[in-house]
């Protein structure tokens, strides 16, 4: 990554790059070439868009130690035990947050998140690249705008709907796995978004595809789940 930065490139074609390689860009186009000759026109594509409804999912992944469900892994076919490992998302420290913020009415600053945060900038941290409390008070006051647009909006925003976006296909979206029974568990980023999804009980959320057992594949789960109610 070093190397690449000192490379005399233009400052938008060096941007490009050095997020191309932060989302695994090259890993995930082989990815998709394996699956395609594997599943046929069906098989998952990374980064791909799925829209589950946001009410029915209730549970977490808490697979094994050493193993991470993170972004990378979008559109790895996994099998074996994986999904069966899980833990209520209401216990989660974001989500708790937010129910907090949104549903109770405290201020940002009562929340387990905020107060997590702060710990982490008197650490000499930069928890979502924020390295003061201001910062951390812009941050959560972009939420509370967020949250306000999508109730009234009534659906949250594709990722390349959002301004300036670059994003591929759904890369930076809430993060769903598919289980082996289709159900949609939860691991890894976009937790603000669920949460606002999740607490506003929208029928329906733009989701970035994580990883997939065989038997959802096999019972055409992540079809169904591929095509959204809105068109969008």
Partial sequence: MAAISHLALPSGVLKDILRAVEAHRPQKALRDRVNRLRFGANGPLSDMAIFPDPRTITESCAPRRGMRLRRQSSGRVLSGDWDLSRKPVSGSRKYTSCRMRWVEG?????????????????????????????????????????????????????????????YRREHGAVLVHLARDGSCLRSGGGNHRFAIAKLLELPEMPAQLGVVHPDALRDEHLARLSRSRFGA
């Fill in 106 to 166: 405290a201020d940002w600053e009562e929340t387990p998140v905020f107060q997590d945060m702060l710990a982490k900038i008197s650490r000499g941290e930069a928890p979502d690249e924020c390295r003061t409390i201001e910062e951390v008070r812009e941050r959560y006051a972009r939420l509370d705008r967020i949250f306000a647009e999508t109730k009234v909006r009534g659906r949250l925003l594709r990722m390349h709907e959002l301004p300036n976006a670059y």
